[in-house]
């Protein structure tokens, strides 16, 4: 197969995080080096900047300042919630014709690699020469055939980092604490919460993840064995929980329905979830200081909150997408895998096919047997993820002063 020369253009989709921006100047100074790229182009609002024909030509934009970007959490060609049809990627690669683009590289979600696949199958029915490829990007950690996916290292230290906070809060003015975590149908990040665990009392107590049907009864049950115990219970939600028959447990308790722009259930975006568990323990337990936190936003990129492994490996998928679109000519999806005991990883591509408008799931080896926790299994495979310099909080050792008014 002869070499293809034409235009590089990349794009971001889906949700910002922390080390998208990795992933972006990694394909930018990589396609760089190749001699037959003619230019490489950033699509502003990822694929509807590409309908709108909004690029920014990144061939002129200096190292210095693409690794200032890539050290800058979200999404720094900005991003967009459009979900292409054929129609719309039609027009996409109308565009891409007229810009003679050759290479496709997007970065993304579950939705953005069925984006590529489209795109991809239009090329070929069109005999037009073009490399698509998928490059992972999640918080949700919910992508096939990868170990893991960029975003949710740094996302999941966030969690873990946010629920030692709590702990050492909720250790100090006893109460129950809801901290409600984003995850529609995998609740990785919900679980990273576990983490935070240091001391036998630590939270999170409970952990509820989309895996697993959540019961309100069994809830309360398990609140209420938790406070009797510590005088205190620290809980982790992913924001997808639903019961036994798939009802969202949103839904179920606020007794209405709100859809996004997508037809999915309105999860983000309101506290009403950790308001609704809040009430539903002051009602059944009588336990008159409870309070809930939706992470939200905050959790995607926060600034200062870096897995640098998942800085160093979001670069790395950028990289080689690039790499194999050039040296090997050919599509397909990068993916992360963990082929060493303790800790390592490599790139394979792989069929879209494969990736595209799939999700995983926790396997069920990660959640206890009680659906209300994680196992030692998780935490082996999550703690290398949030990278190195983990703070540790500490406790007071220092021995109680003996009584002599009450004893």
Not at 165 to 176: Q, S, Y
Not at 179 to 199: E, Q
Not at 265 to 271: A, D, F, I, K, P
Request: charged share 25%; with cysteine.
């Amino acid at each position: 197969m002869s070499r293809l020369e034409g235009k590089v253009l990349v794009a971001q989709g889906g949700g910002p995080t922390h080390v998208i921006n990795q992933s972006v100047v990694g394909v930018a100074l990589e396609a760089r080096k190749f001699t037959q790229v003619t230019a490489v182009y950033g699509a502003v609002h990822g694929v509807r900047g590409i309908v709108d024909e909004n690029f920014v030509d990144l061939t002129r934009e200096t190292t210095h300042n693409l690794e200032q970007v890539a050290d800058t959490p979200s999404s720094g060609l900005l991003s967009t919630r459009d979900k292409p049809d054929e129609e719309y990627c039609a027009r996409m690669f109308k565009v891409m014709q007229a810009h003679d683009i050759r290479y496709f590289f997007y970065v993304g979600g579950n939705d953005s690699s069925d984006t590529v696949r489209i795109v991809n199958e239009q090329a070929k029915e069109a005999n037009y020469e073009l490399r698509a490829i998928h490059i992972p990007k999640t918080i949700d950690n919910d992508l096939m055939e990868n170990d893991h996916c960029p975003g949710f290292g740094s996302a999941a230290r966030y969690v873990a980092q946010a629920f030692m906070g709590v702990n050492l809060d909720n250790r100090a003015l006893k109460g129950v604490y809801i901290g409600v975590i984003m995850g529609r149908h995998a609740g990785f990040l919900t679980a990273a919460s576990a983490l935070a665990r240091k001391y036998v009392d630590d939270g999170p107590h409970l952990v509820y993840v989309p895996e697993r049907a959540f019961d309100t009864e069994k809830f309360l049950a398990d609140v209420d064995r938790i406070y009797s115990k510590h005088g205190l219970c620290t809980i982790a939600v992913s924001e997808g929980i639903s019961d036994k028959d798939h009802t969202p447990m949103i839904t179920k308790l606020m007794g209405v329905e709100e859809r996004d722009a997508h037809g999915n259930v309105q999860l983000s975006g309101t506290g009403a979830l950790g308001d609704l568990l809040s009430q539903t323990i002051k009602d059944g337990l009588s336990i008159k200081r409870v309070r809930s936190d939706t992470y939200g936003y905050l959790q995607r990129a926060f600034i200062g909150c870096r897995s640098d492994r998942d800085a160093n490996e979001a670069r790395e998928v950028g990289e080689k997408a690039v790499q194999f679109a050039m040296w090997d000519n050919v599509d397909g999806s990068v993916v992360i895998r963990r082929p060493v005991l303790d800790y390592g990883v490599d790139y394979e591509l792989v069929p879209i096919s494969l990736v595209a408008g799939k999700t995983r799931h926790m396997p069920d080896e990660f959640i206890n047997a009680e659906g209300n926790g994680v196992t030692r299994d998780f935490h082996a495979y999550c703690r290398p993820l949030l990278g190195s310099g983990l703070p540790e909080p500490h406790r007071l050792r220092a021995p109680m002063v003996p009584k002599i008014l009450h004893k």
